[in-house]
């Protein structure tokens, strides 16, 4: 078993991972007025070379105009209908310390197609709480707030000895996608998808460019 199984969805696993890149970037585009852009604007602002982005984008049925670009209102709405975010997406978070409120606060969820629909936590000090106009439920009920909240997707913002027994219980409910701040990898069947978000990871590769840059140590390469 393993975190994530890409499965056969007609558009390759990186094109699907850079999408909410341009969408990120057409929604700002929108907001300042945009009407139209061009390739080569749409990529610099995602991130990523313009041959890499209009092969992406062709995989959406969308070419763009010669000489006048995508229209960026048409875009949005055809990556938001690919990503499945023309329709509404209840999420539970699981776990509401410090990182559990943080998420259930943030108010750019509901602009995406994602509503954070239950609080759950096994904390009697915090069970009872309303964060975020949600009432935190106790983490005995999670199957039935699942169930009677229509959770599609569930965070994990608990320690990492927790996370596989409270994984274990909302694929058995029937959820069968997981966004996990659990520093430990999950064990689930191939029909569930795990994205994982380990930010003590992503700060060491910092620390290791940061030294690159800095001139220290690289790690010998093996030729033999």
């Not at 990529?43 to 982005?53: D, E, I, M, Q, Y």
Request: with cysteine; charged share 20%; net charge negative.
């Amino acid at each position: 078993m393993s975190s994530s199984q890409p499965r056969d969805r007609g558009i390759p696993e990186a094109t699907v991972a850079r999408l909410p890149l341009y969408l990120r970037a057409l929604h700002g585009m929108a907001e300042r007025g945009v009407a139209t852009v061009s390739s080569e604007d749409l990529a610099a602002a995602a991130g990523v070379n313009s041959a890499k982005l209009r092969k992406d984008l062709s995989h959406l049925g969308s070419y763009g105009t010669r000489g006048v670009g995508y229209d960026v209102e048409y875009l949005v709405y055809q990556i938001s209908r690919e990503l499945g975010l023309t329709q509404d997406w209840a999420v539970a978070i699981v776990g509401v310390g410090n990182l559990g409120r943080a998420l259930a606060n943030y108010g750019g969820f509901v602009s995406r197609g994602f509503r954070v629909a239950a609080l759950v936590d096994a904390d009697p000090e915090v069970v009872g709480d309303t964060i975020a106009g949600l009432n935190v439920e106790h983490i005995d009920e999670l199957e039935a707030v699942i169930k009677r909240r229509g959770v599609s997707i569930v965070v994990l913002a608990i320690p990492a000895a927790a996370a596989q027994e409270v994984c274990d219980r909302v694929v058995a409910v029937g959820v069968t996608s997981i966004l996990n701040f659990a520093p430990v990898v999950l064990s689930v069947p191939e029909t569930v998808d795990v994205r994982k978000v380990d930010l003590s990871i992503e700060l060491q590769i910092l620390a290791f460019h940061e030294q690159r840059k800095a001139g220290g140590p690289l790690m010998a390469v093996d030729s033999q």
